[in-house]
Structures are given as C-alpha cells and as structure tokens.
C-alpha cells in the first residue's frame, strides 16, 4: 500500500490512530501476539502500533473469505508473521493455526474460539487472551482454559452498534454488489433474531424487503412482530423465501432436513460467524456452478438455489469495494486497548477463565467514539 492510501485508512480509523500512539510509544520487546481473525485493512491500525512498540505479531485468518490480500502483503512489509490468503482451503486454514498455535504467545486474540482453544490443549499460558464472537463463546463454553479471556463480545458497545446497526448496513450492499439484485417486494427470511439479526432484518425492511423471522425463543418473535416483521416456523417461511440469511452463530442451521424445503431459487446468506451455519459441506454433495465471484448455484433435485460467498459472512466477502473501516474503527480500538492491557500486565490478577471485558476500557473507546478521539481520558 502506498502512504497516501496509509494515511487515508488512518483518517478512517481516528480512534484506534489516536489510541495506537499511546500503544506504540510502550516497550513490548520480547513479547509475542498471536492473533487468529478477520484480515482487512482495518486491522491494520491495530497491528502498526505493536510492532511499533517492538512485540512480535504473529496472524492467521479465522476465515479465509474475508482476507484481503494486500492488507497481508502490507502486513508482512512492516514484520508481522502472516500464513493467509484470500481463497485458502479448509486444510490450510486448519495448517495457518496449526502453526499459530505451534509457539507460546503472550497475549492472543481470537475471533471463533479455535485458537484459545488450541492454546489452551497445547498447555501453552499466555497472560490472557480476547474474544469477539458468539460462536467463539460456544467454542469455549465448559473447556477449561487456565489463562484469562477478555469477552468483548457482550460489551454494550458491540451489541448495540456493531451487531444491531454496522452488520446490517454492509450486508445487503454486500448482497447486491454479488447478485445486481435489489430487495424490494422479496421475500426475506432471517433466522436468528439476536442483535445482528435484528439489524439485519430492519435494514431490508427499509430497502423494501418483506421479512419473516425465526428463531427459537419466543420472546424474540414477539419483538419481532413489533418491529413490523411476520414470524413463521422454519420449514413454513423457507418454502416462499427469495432470499434465506442465517444469523445465529450456530453451525448447522440451514441443514439437510432445511435445504430440502427451501424454494426454487432461493438465494442463501450468512452473517454470522460460523461459515457453516449453512451446510456448504451437503451442497456441494451436488451439482455446483459458480455464476460470478461470490456467487454459485446448486442444483437440488428439481430445484435451483444460489450461495454467497461459500455461507461465509457476506458482509465481510473480500473484494467488493464496499468496506467500511470507520464502522470498524471502535472495535478495532477496544482490540488494541485490550492486547494494551493483557501486555501491561493488568490482566495478571483476573482469575482463569471467561472474564468481562474492562467497563474501564470500553468507557475511554465509546467517550471517544461519542465525542471525538481527541478528548479520550488519560491511560490507565
């Protein structure tokens, strides 16, 4: 990347720019991150700083469909250890942690849960570790992980903007960059109504979708009614459904048993974390061809249904020129405070285990998302 696309990405990204100086005016020689994540240019603020700061960084993607290769090619130029590139198998996914988790670290940050886990089963002890997903806290629910997770996932901060607003407003842009479609008078069903479904289903609603809701819980369902969507069980909605986006961060959700009710014709879209909440595996049991990039039909029986961006988060599919960094930009900051406060030391007295992520921290990252990145209180 050139400095003049450098300097636009740290415009972009003022929090974490601003809270980046601080980070990489620490020592942290002889320090090790291991970070296992999404690979696009807004982590790049995220990963400057502590190298700045003299730690060594090593970087593995936690799905492949969201790594921009650039981003890696600029990555490696400033010394961080990068095994990623757009488009890699599952086996060499599997071999990128393999190699994360090969040497001790640190600090390590995750997004899924694989790599604290491997960790943990490596009898590896790093100072502490974060997280920042749904399906990364199933992954670690019940293990016993002898070293401290920070959850950034529940904070406020993440499920009231991120997961309720950000997701949706980059899905369905997402969505017909792929397909040239436009939602109005589609019939869109969205599986999981949690804080990224919630967003998600209101974003389509205002672009002219007709949305029906499923989810297990019934008091969710409820909520959706009075966010003006229908509510049906499963197999009922995917039998008229346009378009099916799954939101849950469960794998397995649009199994078999769903596949074979869904519409002739019917388009499938992931958000959630999990790149088989849809069963990609059973799909590609049959006759696979790709239309154009991102986008594949398969043929079921007598029936025709489309795919985005192998049931990985559409809204994060590489390539198509509609990122956001600035969205980002809060989040990323609270990764940084956070590898910040795991590499300082103020992780040391928290016991093993899940633990909150700092109020104290999330506060500094939302007063300066709320007022500017200028007036961030002093560092603690």
């Excluded at 559409?314 to 390539?319: K, W």
Aim: glycine share 10%; aromatic share 4%; proline share 6%.
């Amino acid at each position: 990347m050139d400095p003049a696309e450098l300097e636009w990405i740290a415009w972009t990204t003022p929090i974490t720019t601003a809270f980046g100086s601080e980070v990489a005016a620490s020592d942290f020689s002889g320090r090790t991150v291991a970070c296992r994540q999404h690979i696009l240019a807004d982590t790049i603020p995220i990963f400057t700083p502590l190298v700045a700061a003299g730690a060594r960084v090593r970087l593995a993607p936690c799905n492949p469909d969201s790594t921009d290769d650039r981003t890696v090619a600029h990555l490696m130029s400033i010394g961080v250890e990068v095994r990623a590139r757009a488009g890699m198998s599952a086996g060499e996914l599997g071999e990128s942690l393999a190699w994360l988790v090969s040497e001790p670290a640190d600090a390590l940050c995750d997004m899924g849960g694989d790599l604290i886990a491997g960790v943990a089963a490596a009898s590896h002890r790093p100072a502490g570790a974060l997280e920042a997903t749904t399906t990364g806290l199933h992954r670690l629910d019940g293990l016993d992980i002898p070293f401290p997770v920070l959850d950034w996932n529940g904070i406020a901060l993440k499920n009231l903007i991120h997961n309720r607003h950000h997701v949706g407003v980059e899905t369905w842009p997402a969505f017909t960059a792929i397909t040239g479609l436009a939602l109005y008078g589609r019939e869109v069903v969205v599986v999981g109504f949690g804080p990224v479904g919630q967003g998600v289903a209101a974003r389509a609603r205002d672009l002219g979708a007709v949305v029906t809701v499923v989810d297990l819980d019934p008091v969710r369902l409820v909520q959706a009614r009075h966010d003006g969507c229908r509510v049906a069980e499963m197999d009922a909605a995917l039998r008229t459904a346009s378009v099916v986006i799954t939101a849950t961060g469960f794998d397995g959700v649009l199994g078999e048993q769903q596949l074979s009710e869904v519409a002739d014709g019917a388009i499938l879209v992931n958000v959630g974390h999990s790149d088989r909440e849809i069963d990609v595996d059973w799909l590609d049991r049959h006759p696979r061809t790709p239309i154009r990039r991102h986008l594949d039909r398969y043929e079921l029986d007598r029936r025709q249904v489309y795919l985005l961006n192998r049931g990985s988060l559409v809204n994060l599919a590489a390539g198509l020129g509609i990122a956001a960094p600035q969205l980002f930009d809060p989040f990323a900051a609270i990764m940084l405070l956070g590898l910040d406060a795991v590499l300082s030391g103020q992780a040391a007295q928290l016991p093993n285990g899940l633990q909150p992520y700092p109020q104290a921290l999330e506060a500094r990252v939302a007063r300066a998302l709320a007022t500017g990145p200028d007036s961030k209180t002093s560092r603690t």
